[in-house]
């Protein structure tokens, strides 16, 4: 993830001469002169973003000039990759899924591949990183509330991005109904048996508890006499 990129050089002569002279060069930028073989790292600055060759050449103290030898490909990537992590808004479980987009494109550049993901609830980071992936289940910590849910990706070169976090309201309580019978408007309560076939039903809960998370939904069963 760095722009200088090191390479190892080194060379022999079989023929018993010596290695005087050589040519160390990225991709097509073969330099016009020679200079003193030294056998050791070479460093390459500024190299920019993608897939890259290093290239070698050497001659020696006779003027024989060797083939030119490639390294194998490497890739310079010195940006951080994007992504996004999504869940739902209430759950009644601590056992909470986590989805992760993530991207390293970059348009018309070869990039290192996002390679490794933290995803954790709260204030204590993760000190290990774990392969990426789509999603991952956490457990919330304990405590019906708003949880905060943070995530950090790295790619393969090093470079890491931290995600915009996300929250989740953890409700675990139940909500006790109350039902209401109504036959009319001034009438508010029913006896046992009655001969009516039309009413009205209303259904509340009470509001003394306290709710985490709006009530969204009702569901009314009984048995019901022709």
């Known amino acids: 993830n760095t722009t200088t990129v090191a390479t190892t050089v080194s060379g022999s002569d079989t023929g018993g001469g010596t290695l005087s002279y050589m040519k160390a060069w990225v991709d097509n930028n073969t330099p016009v002169d020679w200079s003193n073989y030294s056998a050791g790292t070479k460093l390459f600055s500024p190299v920019g973003e993608g897939q890259h060759t290093a290239h070698v050449q050497f001659m020696d103290s006779v003027g024989n000039v060797s083939s030119i030898y490639d390294s194998s490909t490497f890739i310079v990537d010195t940006t951080a990759p994007t992504g996004a992590i999504s869940g739902n808004a209430y759950t009644n479980s601590s056992s909470y899924q986590v989805s992760l987009t993530y991207s390293d494109a970059k348009t018309g550049i070869v990039t290192s591949g996002v390679s490794h993901m933290k995803i954790w609830e709260g204030n204590s980071e993760p000190s290990t990183w774990e392969t990426v992936a789509n999603s991952k289940t956490i457990t919330l910590s304990s405590g019906d509330g708003t949880k905060t849910i943070?995530?950090?990706?790295?790619?393969?070169?090093?470079n890491e991005a931290i995600?915009?976090?996300?929250?989740?309201?953890?409700?675990?309580?139940?909500?006790?109904?109350?039902?209401?019978?109504?036959?009319?408007?001034?009438?508010?309560s029913l006896p046992a048996q009655v001969n009516y076939?039309?009413?009205?039903?209303r259904v509340s809960y009470n509001t003394s508890e306290t709710q985490t998370s709006p009530v969204t939904h009702y569901q009314l069963t009984g048995d019901f006499i022709s």
């Open 150 to 158: 943070h995530a950090k990706i790295k790619d393969n070169a090093g």
């Open 163 to 188: 995600l915009s976090s996300i929250t989740t309201i953890l409700d675990t309580g139940k909500v006790t109904p109350i039902l209401t019978l109504y036959m009319s408007d001034n009438v508010t």
């Open 197 to 201: 076939r039309n009413f009205v039903a």
